[in-house]
């Protein structure tokens, strides 16, 4: 079955895609930055440099981190971060619904084998 991959672009190069969202829901879920990477198999350094996009692209930050020490640290997405990522998979939903019935039958015209090249005339 085929799926939808949304990437939104805005205005200067800015970008929201799948695996920017997933990051932040990672760190809602996990309460670290660097754990939202990990799950992802990224390195510390691409998280934090991607939140660090994502905090720099929105007029409020998504992404709320404390830094370690006797309390731990940890992160937590903010109110706009959650929003964000609510909204995002909202038109994901809505683009996927919508366009079932094309994505269908695009998957119709897909052949499951090679193609085989027409024999010359003989």
């Known amino acids: 079955m085929a ?9 200067g190069e800015q970008a929201l895609g799948p695996g920017k969202v997933r990051l ?6 996990t309460g670290s930055i660097s754990a939202g990477g990990r799950a992802m198999k990224m390195s510390y350094r691409r998280a934090w ?7 720099h692209m929105f007029r409020e930050p998504l992404v709320e981190a404390r830094p370690g020490g006797t ?8 109110e706009t971060g959650s929003d964000v ?7 994901e939903s809505d683009v996927e619904v919508n366009s079932n ?7 119709k015209m897909i052949s499951g084998a090679p193609k085989r090249k027409a024999r010359p005339a003989q």
């Open 49 to 55: 440099m991607l939140v660090d996009e994502l905090n």
């Open 101 to 107: 019935a094309h994505i269908e039958a695009l998957e």
């Open 85 to 91: 990522v609510r909204r995002y998979r909202a038109i």
């Open 71 to 78: 309390n731990g640290g940890g992160a937590s997405l903010t």
């Open 24 to 29: 932040l829901e990672l760190i809602g879920e």
């Open 3 to 11: 799926r939808v991959s949304l990437r939104l672009g805005f205005p």
